[in-house]
């Protein structure tokens, strides 16, 4: 299994504004993905970071609004940009490594935004 | 099209046997993913189903019949760190993305 660690664990924002929230695995990774959660739901699939290209976003996603980046097999980071009180929610990495299928989460990061 | 279902609560007895089952529609697929996600942590996984039949981990044991498009959890003694939300999810390409069920939240009552 993997080992992921996110940047921040949480951070209260203004309307307006950009966070970019860091996810580092402790090993080479095949895919990364990025989710978010509001409290209470399922996990809602924002994009799949792809190593050395743009990524791929899921319907309803945009790369202006979520850019992301994943320089390297173990490092990635999505951008909310321009934030409003609707992206108010949990923000969830995960990877998956080797020949294997499960998916590996980090730790979340909270989003509150005013 | 790809659908996913599973109960949206179950309460259940410490000690007791308690089953989740989830159903699915998919054109591909490529394997059944359970997760536990207790309350303010990220999900951790529990069971990959790829063959039919019954996989056991302990505790729990995760069920799969592909041509009936359902699974089922099992956890057996249960315990009161088992109060969580369970999410199944179906691995439906290649390309390793899940579609996930809503989740069922899963109450163990004294």
């Known amino acids: 299994s993997a080992v992921i660690s996110q940047k921040p664990s949480r951070d209260i924002c203004q309307r307006g504004t950009s966070l970019t929230i860091q996810c580092q695995v402790d090993s080479q990774v095949t895919m990364m993905f990025w989710y978010r959660q509001q409290p209470g739901q399922s996990l809602t699939l924002i994009a799949t970071a792809n190593q050395g290209s743009e990524a791929t976003y899921e319907s309803g996603f945009v790369i202006d609004k979520f850019p992301i980046s994943r320089p390297n097999l173990t490092f990635s980071t999505l951008t909310v940009s321009n934030m409003s009180p609707e992206d108010s929610s949990i923000y969830l990495c995960?990877?998956?490594?080797?020949?294997?299928?499960?998916?590996?989460f980090g730790p979340g990061t909270r989003l509150t935004v005013t | 099209g790809q659908n996913i279902d599973q109960p949206t609560e179950m309460t259940a007895t410490e000690g007791a046997i308690v089953q989740i089952n989830c159903t699915y529609q998919t054109s591909g697929f490529n394997g059944l993913f359970w997760y536990q996600q207790h309350a303010g942590e990220a999900p951790t996984f529990l069971s990959y189903?790829?063959l039919d039949g019954l996989e056991e981990k302990g505790r729990f044991s995760s069920f799969l019949s592909r041509s009936k498009g359902y699974s089922y959890l099992l956890l057996k003694e249960l315990q009161m760190k088992d109060s969580a939300s369970y999410l199944c999810a179906h691995n439906a390409g290649n390309n390793r993305k899940l579609i996930w069920g809503l989740g069922t939240s899963l109450a163990v009552n004294p």
């Open positions: 995960s990877a998956v490594g080797g020949g294997g299928y499960e998916q590996y």
């Open positions: 189903n790829v």
